[in-house]
């Protein structure tokens, strides 16, 4: 028996390299009957729509996923429009690309077969959290114009805190942001909100908040759809902005937010105000001080240019003389007041004096006239009252006289 011993000479010399080796696994794979024309069953999810046309998503299930391509010129022969969360049967081949070493489902037909399990999840507590008004308008709160402190939950790396940051410093660099960290995406993240909202909330001086992530597949967004999560945010007393993934992405905790944001950049842009606007305010108030200032000196000395030309202060002896005499005035006639009131009263009261002579029933009888009486003692004022025969008392000014009716007439 001989006995060869294999050097590592021997080995380097029937290595493959990687160039070799890719193109064996491209020519397995092609050569093989099953992937070359293959149906698969499966849920769609994060779908992306290139600019020429072409759709890119994956297809996956609870074991596996695999990345898919459809070309431009396959999507004209299809009857809807592939979104995430779509069941679909792809018929199609799989190929293998060498320079990146990854393996695709490269699509020919796509047929509709429902809705995955994650979407009718999703739409499932969609629904309830509807029902217990966590969606309503009513309950949104006001963002504040000039935000003092502003909190930003976000993940401590990745674009997003870069993106916001950069915006606030820009545009508002009055105000003072506190930066929380947190997980973004995960089986840990929704819990991890929840205690990065509960700091911001015992902080209890800022005055709005913002949760913010870049964007991200379907399966990388699914914590903000998280029931726990959306619960509290929608107790949380702080304005809340969310910010969480690209303009197309939409997760329930947009819904719970007080307002939604298309970008974490947006988000920024939404929450502070323009400084370069407020120094316009400032500088306008500023010409409108001066100008009311300088219109209240204007008056102020056309008003003292008045009160020169007054006799009052240029001749104030003349004022004190006109004065001098009112007061002596008034003095004389206060002094002859009394004498004056009293001789009108005497006046007064001589007119009523011969008022009341002039009324006095003596006075008529003096003149020559009677007053005639019965025997009840009841003045007579016409003749028709008395009677033939009847005996009346005549009251002349100087006694009385009894006499006898012989006619009437």
């Known amino acids: 028996m001989r006995i ?28 093989d009957p099953i992937l070359s ?12 729509l290139h600019g020429r046309g072409h759709i890119y998503f994956t297809l996956k299930d609870e074991h596996a996923q695999i990345s898919c391509a459809l070309w431009k010129s396959r999507t004209f022969g299809l009857r809807f429009k592939p979104n995430d969360g779509d069941r679909v049967i792809a018929y199609g081949r799989v190929e293998y690309y060498g320079p990146q070493g990854k393996i695709s489902f490269i699509v020919e037909n796509l047929h509709f077969a429902g809705q995955g399990a994650q979407h009718e999840a999703f739409e499932r507590l969609k629904a309830a959290l509807a029902a217990d008004g966590l969606f309503d308008e009513s309950r949104k709160k006001d963002l504040p114009e000039r935000p003092r402190r502003i909190g930003l939950i976000t993940s401590g790396t990745g674009a997003a ?35 990065a909202l509960s700091w911001a909330e015992a902080l209890d001086d800022l ?45 329930l905790f947009d819904f719970i937010a007080d307002l939604r944001a298309a970008t974490p950049t947006a988000a920024a842009e939404i929450v502070a105000p323009d400084i370069r606007e407020l120094y316009g305010e400032l500088l306008d108030l500023r010409k409108r001080l001066r100008s009311s200032v300088a219109t209240r000196v204007l008056l102020a000395r056309a008003q003292l240019h008045h009160l020169q030309k007054n006799r009052v ?22 002094r002859e007041a009394p004498a004056c009131n009293i001789q009108i009263e005497k006046q007064k009261l001589e007119n009523r004096r011969f008022q009341l002579r002039a009324l006095d029933p003596q006075r008529v009888l003096e003149r020559g006239y009677a007053i005639l009486q019965d025997e009840a003692g009841g003045v007579l004022a016409s003749a028709r009252e008395a009677q033939n025969g009847q005996t009346l008392t005549a009251q002349l000014h100087d006694g009385k006289l009894q006499v006898r009716v012989e006619t009437t007439s």
Do not use: M
């Not at 024309?37 to 992306?48: P, W």
């Not at 202060?313 to 206060?334: A, G, I, N, Q, V």
């Open 4 to 31: 060869v011993l294999a050097s590592l000479e021997t080995q380097a010399d029937a290595a493959l390299s990687v160039g070799e080796l890719s193109q064996h696994v491209k020519n397995v794979l092609e050569v």
């Open 37 to 48: 024309d293959v149906a698969v069953r499966g849920e769609i999810s994060n779908v992306k």
């Open 161 to 195: 805190p870069h993106d916001v940051l950069s915006v606030l410093k820009r545009r508002w660099p009055l105000g003072e942001v506190v930066l929380i960290p947190t997980l973004v995406q995960g089986f840990d993240a929704p819990q991890d909100i929840i205690r």
């Open 207 to 251: 005055e709005v908040v913002i949760v913010a992530r870049g964007g991200g597949s379907a399966e990388d967004l699914w914590c903000f759809n998280d029931e726990t999560l959306c619960r509290y945010a929608a107790d949380f007393p702080i304005p809340l902005i969310s910010a969480v993934g690209h303009e197309t992405d939409f997760t």
């Open 313 to 334: 202060l240029t001749h104030p002896h003349e004022r004190l003389t006109k004065e001098r005499e009112r007061l002596s005035t008034l003095r004389h006639r206060l």
